[in-house]
């Protein structure tokens, strides 16, 4: 069974840049979740979609941060205009059952 | 706020020994607690998970004491060896109206040395 696919893997902008990441989940889940992990911390939720639907986004920075998942299955964080501090690992995952949900291998964002 | 905490921060063990890492939580409506294992350059991956209901789990190596009155559970690892070295960070979720993502502690970088 394929895994969490995640593009790019490593990315280094500017600061004011905007990036974008992508997300393929394991076929057939209908929830997926985007994390931020910045060095040395755990990954902290940023946004969860039930489907194509939002369940929660409390903690997603609307203000320059967006993400979508067109026809319940791949989804895009997008960040505009990236700051030095959205410096992190961006990790999408996904899970069928109610617990257990299963990690990409991120993407490495820099911003110099 | 911190919803999980997590310790040591880093833990050097030698080949054979038991490795032990700790967690505490504040919020009661917290019923699933899973421990995640994540090597450099991947994404965490599930290695054991307990419901409240249970006081301990074990699946081979890998032991979760659970104390619920205290609200700390903690993870054993017997017979360490240096594939283990890697950063384990505890979890913890509830349910609340459909959503169900989980709250990390802060991880523990695990180093089994041979």
């Known amino acids: 069974e394929a895994g969490v696919a995640q593009s790019p893997r490593y990315k280094i902008i500017e600061k004011r840049q905007s990036v974008a990441f992508w997300c393929n989940p394991i076929?057939?889940?209908?929830?997926l979740y985007w994390y931020q992990q910045i060095l040395g911390q755990g990954p902290k939720l940023l946004i969860q979609?039930?489907?194509?639907?939002?369940?929660?986004d409390s903690q997603l920075p609307k203000d320059r941060f967006s993400a979508e998942r067109l026809k319940g299955v791949d989804s895009t964080l997008k960040i505009q205009p990236a700051k030095l501090e959205d410096s992190a690992v961006y990790l999408c995952?996904?899970?069928?059952?109610?617990?257990?949900?299963?990690f990409g291998p991120g993407t490495r964002l820099t911003v110099l | 706020q911190q919803q999980v905490k997590q310790s040591p921060q880093s833990l050097i063990v030698q080949k054979g020994g038991i490795s032990i890492i700790n967690c505490a939580y504040e919020?009661?409506?917290?019923?699933?607690f899973p421990w995640y294992q994540q090597f450099p350059g991947k994404g965490p991956a599930l290695l054991i998970a307990?419901?409240?209901?249970?006081s301990e789990k074990k699946e081979g190596r890998f032991t979760i004491s659970f104390n619920k009155s205290a609200k700390q559970f903690s993870l054993h690892i017997m017979d360490s060896q240096p594939g283990d070295s890697a950063t384990y960070f505890c979890?913890?979720?509830?349910?609340?109206?459909?959503?169900?993502?989980?709250?990390f502690g802060s991880g523990t970088r695990l180093q089994v040395q041979p």
């Open positions: 995952a996904s899970s069928l059952t109610d617990n257990e949900q299963f």
């Open positions: 076929s057939g889940h209908a929830t």
């Open positions: 979609f039930q489907n194509n639907g939002v369940v929660d």
């Open positions: 919020n009661t409506a917290f019923d699933y």
């Open positions: 307990i419901r409240p209901d249970v």
């Open positions: 979890a913890a979720s509830k349910r609340d109206t459909g959503r169900r993502a989980l709250t």
